[in-house]
């Protein structure tokens, strides 16, 4: 069964620094993958997903994330960080065809220090 | 266009009672599920329906129940109310099932039982 390792409940970055949020997942076959957004008291929002063809993903608010096979990660980048970024963060995997269910990770909280 | 809407936004619950939480999407999306949230355990699926009439379990069933007579409806039911059950839960919707395919959340509802 496929499963999603964020490491770091809580991660904490100055204005203007980089933002880096990891996320490590487990699947014997090639995944689907998703990093959403949830702003405090609302509903998670798709910030991005990899489902084939480029490794390199652009998303929305500036964020990117790479496929990388070999390391089985899909980490979450911005070069800098703005104070609208804080929320909290899910790397989510889905694999295989059909109804396939997302896996959500545990979540990583992102403060943003002006 | 409002998407996924949930009702109501925060609920007390006693021990035992009943109640049940409404989810409606208009985007006319085939598939939608239920998820509950607690603090540092990302989501976990409770039952999700590919379609009217028809809804399987997910990672976390006991306790709840759910129909889908309508392709915008898909209520949660919980019976017998514990206080394990003191969570926020989010209704979700995608156009297909694939494992690609991007949910979209409503605004959550805040569950307490006391």
């Given at each position: 069964a496929q499963s999603v390792t964020q490491l770091g409940s809580h991660v904490s970055v100055s204005e203007g620094a980089l933002v880096l949020l990891r996320c490590n997942y487990s699947s014997s076959v090639p995944p689907y993958l998703f990093w959403y957004v949830q702003y405090p008291n609302q509903g998670l929002q798709l910030l991005l997903k990899y489902t084939t063809g480029a490794t390199l993903v652009k998303g929305i608010n500036g964020f990117e994330a790479e496929f990388k096979k070999s390391e089985t990660s899909f980490h979450l980048t911005k070069p800098s960080a703005h104070m609208s970024d804080a929320a909290e963060y899910f790397c989510a995997v889905s694999l295989g065809s059909g109804n396939t269910p997302l896996v959500f990770g545990k979540g990583t909280r992102l403060s943003v220090i002006a | 266009n409002a998407g996924v809407t949930q009702t109501p936004k925060f609920r007390i619950l006693k021990i035992g009672q009943s109640m049940t939480l409404q989810c409606t999407q208009d985007?006319?999306?085939n598939y939608m599920y239920w998820y509950r949230q607690d603090p540092g355990m990302g989501l976990k699926l409770i039952y999700y329906s590919v379609g009217a009439g028809i809804t399987d379990k997910g990672e976390v069933p006991n306790g709840y129940n759910v129909s889908r007579s309508t392709t915008e409806d898909f209520p949660l039911r919980l019976e017998l109310a514990a206080p394990s059950q003191t969570s926020v839960y989010f209704c979700a919707s995608s156009?297909?099932?694939?494992?690609g395919e991007t949910q979209y959340f409503g605004p959550g509802t805040r569950l307490l039982v006391l």
């Open positions: - | 985007m006319n999306h156009s297909q099932g694939g494992a």
